[in-house]
């Protein structure tokens, strides 16, 4: 039987500010164990929670950046169950009135857009972590609480996606979107972004989904892909057998690239939510909502039809570009200084890009070669300062070394020769020493022209410039 | 009956309560008394009514984002029953 496969996803995003959601501890990520921590966040009994605002302001930008509606009174609730890592006992999260809801995003598969739904966003503190330490003579499991407390946006997806490609679309866009809004750090391994995944199997052509798994502890979009892909072959092997899926809670295993059965959680599904006492509701009027919205940056959609209606820069340029706002930046203070968007882009992903590539993959926003610099080097190159080729060789001086690229040009004497005497000498050494070519040329053999350039450029250490090259070349030969 | 045995049972459950089969009789009947006391307020009509979710009339408290002292590892760690090295140490968790 043939199936189809019915995916939703939700992400958790850490948010990077400076303190956790309910104290003023810091959320800074490899501290000693338990050194980041209080009576609020270690749930002693008493200590009461107050609502860092930040969390707030971050989830309605959050929530505008994909399409949703911003809920006005928001209400915090307690989701009760015992876990180790939940000091006391229940997570403070949102339950029925979540901040942001029913918004969507739009996706990219094979050319082809496709939306998807957002069900809602809603704030919440994370646990800590279960640790198995290597201490010896320790064979229990370790608690540590600096990441209690911890805010975190949970992103619920419509299950709306139907292949594995359409998932990390999706969640490809999503953190692209938190990391331009500065909200979250993106990084997946470290635990910042999260994703668990519904995944089900619905007969082709059925509109009533099956029974679904959830996937945990997938900290790649590869291993996402692999988790789902897995999924999709255990659940349509139980219901070719005519089996029935469970609905379970599942570990994903990176070894393996399978997934099993997480027993320890099932039992807790019953979470009796109500509201927390001890978080006062949070209204947010409209005022509240358009200051937000004023700090929204250029979101990649917008800065990517921009850059191909204003710039006139192809499709594939503007989307490796806008691919995260880093680079972004960098290209539009180039473009500033040097408004040749085309050839700005062609630097900046290819000379840029590959030298920061083979320098251990270093961040756009350390590259020693500024955008006043390149734009400084452009110019050298549109004045006819030096080549084209020079210039290449000149951006690998000043990567190396952050000089000023007329100061590495003035240096190692890189200046284009365009003194049509000297170069008109260098064209008659070359034609006297190659007469056999010679002869070819003017026998109708138009091809070798390339070798006499390649031979004047040689002879002039790639100085020369080429277009005088090729008329004196031409003139010569044709004389 | 408002509540059932079995339905006690599994919310002592959750709360990692073990009940006797005399106890489970007891709070059946005095959970059963209590639910069907405050039922009388399902006689009132409250139709367009905003669930209170609060006894406070407050909202909007925050706080900056701004880091305060944390106690520190000795502190935090003082009344945990057992200790491994920073951690707090409990029984192992296998998922």
């Known amino acids: 039987m043939k199936y189809q496969v019915v995916i939703g996803l939700e992400v958790h995003t850490q948010l990077t500010t400076n303190t956790k959601i309910f104290c003023g501890c810091s959320t800074r990520f490899g501290a000693?164990?338990?050194?980041?921590?209080?009576?609020?966040?270690?749930?002693?009994?008493?200590?009461?929670?107050?609502?860092?605002?930040?969390?707030?302001?971050?989830?309605?930008?959050?929530?505008?950046?994909?399409?949703?509606?911003?809920?006005?009174?928001?209400?915090?609730?307690?989701?009760?169950?015992?876990?180790?890592?939940?000091?006391?006992?229940?997570?403070?999260?949102?339950?029925?009135?979540?901040?942001?809801q029913h918004g969507h995003l739009d996706i990219e598969v094979d050319g082809e857009t496709k939306r998807i739904g957002i069900t809602r966003i809603h704030m919440e503190e994370d646990a800590?972590?279960?640790?198995?330490?290597d201490?010896?003579?320790?064979?229990?499991?370790?608690?540590?609480?600096?990441?209690?407390?911890?805010?975190?946006?949970?992103?619920?997806?419509?299950?709306?996606?139907?292949?594995?490609?359409?998932?990390?679309?999706?969640?490809?866009?999503?953190?692209?979107?938190?990391m331009y809004l500065g909200i979250c750090d993106g990084n997946l391994e470290e635990g910042s972004f999260r994703c668990d995944a519904n995944v089900s199997l619905m007969p082709v052509g059925s509109t009533v989904f099956g029974t679904r798994a959830e996937l945990k502890n997938i900290n790649s979009f590869k291993f996402i892909k692999q988790a789902i892909e897995y999924e999709i072959e255990r659940q349509a092997e139980i219901l070719d057998d005519g089996g029935k899926v469970i609905q379970e809670t599942r570990l994903f295993d990176p070894n393996t690239g399978t997934t099993r059965s997480m027993r320890g959680k099932e039992e807790a599904h019953d979470y009796r939510y109500f509201p927390d006492p001890d978080l006062v509701p949070v209204l947010i009027p409209d005022q509240w909502i358009e200051?937000?919205?004023?700090?929204?940056?250029?979101?990649p959609e917008a800065k990517r039809a921009r850059y191909v209606a204003e710039l006139g820069l192809p499709e594939y340029d503007?989307?490796?570009?806008?691919?995260?706002?880093?680079?972004?930046?960098?290209?539009?203070?180039?473009?500033?200084?040097?408004?040749?968007?085309k050839t700005v882009s062609n630097w900046v992903m290819g000379e840029v890009s590959r030298a920061l590539n083979e320098d251990n993959n270093r961040s756009i926003t350390d590259c020693p070669v500024t955008p006043p610099l390149l734009a400084d080097l452009l110019k050298l190159m549109e004045k006819g300062t030096i080549s084209g080729k020079i210039a290449k060789t000149v951006f690998d001086e000043m990567y190396k070394t952050g000089k000023a690229p007329e100061k590495i040009v003035e240096e190692k004497g890189l200046v284009q020769v365009s003194d049509t005497g000297a170069i008109e000498a260098m064209v008659d050494e070359v034609l006297k020493n190659n007469p056999a070519?010679?002869?070819?040329?003017?026998g109708g053999k138009e091809t070798v022209f390339g070798f006499f350039v390649g031979q004047v450029m040689r002879a002039s250490k790639g100085k020369a410039n080429p277009a005088l090259v090729n008329e004196l070349l031409l003139k010569k030969l044709q004389s | 009956m408002k509540i059932t045995r079995s339905e006690v049972e599994h919310v002592a459950r959750l709360a990692r309560l073990e009940l006797t089969d005399s106890e489970l009789d007891t709070f059946t009947g005095q959970m059963d008394g209590i639910l069907a006391y405050v039922e009388k307020l399902n006689a009132l009509d409250t139709e367009g009514i905003v669930p209170t979710s609060h006894a406070v009339p407050m909202e909007n408290a925050f706080r900056p984002d701004q880091p305060a002292e944390s106690i520190g590892v000795e502190a935090a760690l003082a009344n945990a029953p057992l200790r491994a090295e920073s951690f707090f140490r409990v029984p192992k968790v296998i998922e």
């Open chain 1, 32 to 100: 000693e164990p338990n050194s980041q921590t209080c009576p609020v966040c270690l749930g002693f009994p008493g200590a009461l929670p107050v609502l860092n605002k930040q969390v707030v302001e971050n989830a309605i930008l959050a929530g505008l950046a994909t399409n949703c509606s911003i809920t006005q009174r928001n209400v915090f609730a307690r989701k009760n169950y015992f876990y180790p890592d939940l000091p006391k006992g229940y997570q403070i999260s949102q339950f029925d009135l979540p901040i942001c």
């Open chain 1, 128 to 133: 800590g972590k279960l640790v198995h330490a």
């Open chain 1, 135 to 178: 201490i010896p003579g320790v064979d229990d499991s370790c608690v540590d609480l600096n990441r209690a407390c911890t805010p975190l946006l949970e992103i619920v997806s419509e299950p709306d996606m139907r292949s594995p490609d359409e998932a990390i679309a999706y969640l490809k866009k999503l953190h692209q979107i938190v």
């Open chain 1, 291 to 299: 200051d937000v919205r004023a700090t929204l940056p250029e979101l």
């Open chain 1, 318 to 341: 503007a989307e490796v570009l806008v691919s995260s706002r880093e680079l972004a930046a960098y290209y539009e203070e180039t473009v500033a200084l040097f408004p040749q968007a």
């Open chain 1, 437 to 442: 070519q010679v002869e070819q040329y003017r």
